[in-house]
T-cell receptor, first 119, second 119 residues
Framework: AQKITQTQPGMFVQEKEAVTLDCTYDTSDPSYGLFWYKQPSSGEMIFLIYQGSYDQQNATEGRYSLNFQKARKSANLVISASQLGDSAMYFCAMTGPLSGIQGAQKLVFGQGTRLTINP | GAVVSQHPSRVICKSGTSVKIECRSLDFQATTMFWYRQFPKQSLMLMATSNEGSKATYEQGVEKDKFLINHASLTLSTLTVTSAHPEDSSFYIC???????????????FGSGTRLTVV
């Protein structure tokens, strides 16, 4: 079964510094997708970045990059030049088992990391 | 881009009453809808998966008669919390899976969530 582990319950970073949020995963499937979401206090889930298991290059989206180390089964999120607005809960997720009548892959989430950016 | 409208955003109801939460995909067809529950400072827990015109598939431990899910069309799925009690107070959020993989957000679009308080 798929499993996502985020070992950092909380992170505190100074504004403008880079921050790395850790994520390790476990799966026996050769094909999978990895996601990072940001959840501010309002509760909405904001999609940040995606990495496919067969992607050769690490994904990047603006200030976000994903450090994908397949052999180590890690998919750390790197936020460059952090901003006060980056303070939020961050979830790592991966595609998991099929669910529902039509067999869509559900997402398996990690426990989350609460990131606080200090001015 | 793909948008899922979730209503209401907040609801307070009396113990014993039922509450309906709606998720509508505004500009795409949601072949699958995932319903999650999230307790404070915890991760998202998948409750059930619904497909248009079919019975929902519930995760182990989720009461089917308590959490009624209806996926009436390719753009509307509803979650009804029946005979709500204070322990049902939580944040509920839906995620729509589009028919076409690789759509915006790599196929998973979240609603903005509903904060339910049962008094």
């Amino acid at each position: 079964a798929q499993k996502i582990t985020q070992t950092q319950p909380g992170m505190f970073v100074q504004e403008k510094e880079a921050v790395t949020l850790d994520c390790t995963y476990d799966t026996s499937d050769p094909s999978y997708g990895l996601f990072w979401y940001k959840q501010p206090s309002s509760g909405e889930m904001i999609f940040l970045i995606y990495q496919g298991s067969y992607d050769q290059q690490n994904a990047t989206e603006g200030r976000y990059s994903l450090n994908f180390q397949k052999a180590r089964k890690s998919a750390n999120l790197v936020i460059s030049a952090s901003q006060l607005g980056d303070s939020a809960m961050y979830f790592c997720a991966m595609t998991g088992p099929l669910s529902g009548i039509q067999g869509a892959q559900k997402l398996v989430f990690g426990q989350g990391t609460r990131l606080t950016i200090n001015p | 881009g793909a948008v899922v409208s979730q209503h209401p955003s907040r609801v307070i109801c009396k113990s014993g009453t039922s509450v309906k939460i709606e998720c509508r995909s505004l500009d795409f067809q949601a072949t699958t809808m995932f319903w999650y529950r999230q307790f404070p400072k915890q991760s998202l827990m998948l409750m059930a998966t619904s497909n248009e015109g079919s019975k929902a598939t519930y995760e182990q431990g989720v009461e089917k008669d308590k959490f009624l899910i209806n996926h009436a069309s390719l753009t509307l799925s509803t979650l009804t919390v029946t005979s709500a009690h204070p322990e049902d107070s939580s944040f509920y959020i839906c995620s729509a899976r589009s028919r076409d993989r690789g759509l915006v957000n790599y196929g998973y679009t979240f609603g903005s969530g509903t904060r339910l308080t049962v008094v």
